[in-house]
């Protein structure tokens, strides 16, 4: 891998952390973001991960869309970047 | 095992691992035994989790590269040099040994039994392992025409190629195309190099079949992959990606 690639990676790498909240996969659900609107499944988003935590962001305007950051007894997670999640929930 | 749609939080929970198999001199297969663990779909992740004894973790995701019908979960690791998790699981770990996983995980980046349309996959070096696992799930429970393009450095480094060479004869539909960047086998059609439109025009599924388009491998791969398919005419959203990170693994 060499150091000129670009450091994101897909937002299905945040599933594990996002499981521990969550009682589904919210990476498979799409979300608006609150900046331009664009609406897209989270595991399209872009994720960064050479953090402290993990910071997703939209991939057509590089708004911030969701930042966690797992600590060992809690963790702190911020959803402002987003409008709305919709997730299936039936078959 | 049908679609692993379990529901509730997913955890830590403890592998004991009970295989360890050579892949190439720097990448092993680990076959683990996860009590309680619900079947997963092909594609899936795991997150690992190493805990030194002064309580420092260090966590690194690895794709499951076995098919969800199998009794243990096979992880291929790919050593990464410096990596805090990767040297570890390729040169130290042993049967018997126990680490924690955090998983199945990701519920996008899959092939499911249903699905009955063309199927193309796209592989940089250990990119190949969700593919693996779909290649192996679509052999069991599923009849969608696959194509498999693995780009890998040398001949060494390829994973799973008996396997792949029986499947491709013995599996209906299946087809495999090797291509390498920086050293080919004597006789092999094509001089090594990256990935480009020449060879997605030859070796992959046209856009008019509709495929649904899965590329795995290293951040730069994937874009440079997910790019050509679009210029050849895919429709964006029918292609996944999943890249890795520098640290390895799948993130």
Same mark, same amino acid.
């Given at each position: 891998?060499?150091?000129?690639?670009?450091?994101?990676?897909?937002?299905?790498?945040?599933?594990?952390?996002?499981?521990?909240?969550?009682?589904?996969?919210?990476?498979?659900?799409?979300?608006?973001?609150?900046?331009?609107?664009?609406?897209?499944?989270?595991?399209?988003?872009?994720?960064?991960?050479?953090?402290?935590?993990?910071?997703?962001?939209?991939?057509?305007?590089?708004?911030?869309?969701?930042?966690?950051?797992?600590?060992?007894?809690?963790?702190?997670?911020?959803?402002?970047?987003?409008?709305?999640?919709?997730?299936?929930?039936?078959? | 095992?049908?679609?692993?749609?379990?529901?509730?939080?997913?955890?830590?929970?403890?592998?004991?691992?009970?295989?360890?198999?050579?892949?190439?001199?720097?990448?092993?297969?680990?076959?683990?035994?996860?009590? /309680? !663990?619900?079947?997963?779909?092909? &594609? =899936?992740?795991?997150? $690992?989790? *190493?805990? +030194?004894?002064?309580?420092?973790?260090?966590?690194?995701?690895?794709?499951?590269?076995?098919?969800?019908?199998?009794?243990?979960?096979?992880?291929?690791?790919?050593?990464?040099?410096?990596?805090?998790?990767?040297?570890?699981?390729?040169?130290?770990?042993?049967?018997?040994?126990?680490?924690?996983?955090?998983?199945?995980?990701? /519920? !996008?980046?899959?092939?499911?039994? &249903? =699905?009955?349309?063309? $199927?193309? *996959?796209? +592989?940089?070096?250990?990119?190949?392992?969700?593919?693996?696992?779909?290649?192996?799930?679509?052999?069991?429970?599923?009849?969608?025409?696959?194509?498999?393009?693995?780009?890998?450095?040398?001949?060494?480094?390829?994973?799973?190629?008996?396997?792949?060479?029986?499947?491709?004869?013995?599996?209906?539909?299946?087809?495999?195309?090797?291509?390498?960047?920086?050293?080919?086998?004597?006789?092999?059609?094509?001089?090594?190099?990256?990935?480009?439109?020449?060879?997605?025009?030859?070796?992959?599924?046209?856009?008019?079949?509709?495929?649904?388009?899965?590329?795995?491998?290293?951040?730069?791969?994937?874009?440079?992959?997910?790019?050509?398919?679009?210029?050849?005419?895919?429709?964006?959203?029918?292609?996944?990606?999943?890249?890795?990170?520098?640290?390895?693994?799948?993130?």
């Amino acid at each position: 891998m060499s150091s000129e690639s670009p450091s994101f990676l897909d937002g299905n790498a945040a599933a594990g952390p996002l499981r521990e909240i969550f009682a589904v996969d919210l990476t498979a659900a799409t979300g608006q973001c609150a900046g331009c609107g664009n609406r897209a499944v989270l595991a399209r988003a872009r994720l960064y991960a050479r953090a402290p935590g993990l910071v997703v962001r939209c991939t057509e305007c590089d708004g911030v869309l969701l930042r966690l950051v797992e600590g060992p007894r809690r963790t702190w997670l911020d959803l402002r970047g987003l409008t709305f999640i919709q997730v299936t929930t039936g078959p | 095992m049908a679609r692993a749609a379990v529901l509730g939080r997913v955890t830590w929970r403890v592998a004991v691992v009970e295989e360890v198999r050579e892949e190439t001199a720097t990448a092993r297969t680990l076959g683990l035994r996860v009590a /309680g !663990w619900p079947g997963h779909d092909a &594609g =899936q992740h795991v997150d $690992v989790r *190493l805990t +030194a004894p002064d309580g420092y973790t260090a966590v690194r995701s690895y794709s499951i590269a076995s098919a969800a019908a199998g009794d243990l979960v096979e992880l291929t690791v790919e050593l990464v040099p410096d990596g805090e998790v990767s040297p570890y699981l390729t040169q130290v770990v042993a049967a018997g040994d126990r680490f924690e996983v955090r998983g199945p995980l990701g /519920g !996008w980046f899959v092939w499911r039994p &249903g =699905q009955q349309e063309a $199927v193309q *996959l796209i +592989a940089g070096g250990s990119g190949v392992v969700p593919l693996m696992s779909i290649v192996r799930a679509r052999a069991t429970s599923g009849s969608a025409p696959a194509r498999l393009l693995y780009s890998v450095r040398t001949p060494q480094s390829v994973f799973y190629l008996p396997e792949l060479e029986r499947r491709e004869h013995a599996d209906t539909g299946l087809e495999v195309t090797l291509a390498y960047t920086r050293a080919a086998p004597a006789g092999h059609s094509r001089p090594p190099g990256r990935v480009d439109a020449g060879l997605i025009g030859a070796a992959t599924w046209p856009a008019d079949r509709q495929p649904t388009c899965y590329v795995c491998g290293p951040t730069g791969f994937v874009e440079s992959v997910a790019g050509l398919l679009v210029d050849a005419g895919h429709d964006p959203g029918r292609i996944r990606t999943e890249r890795f990170g520098p640290s390895g693994g799948t993130s």
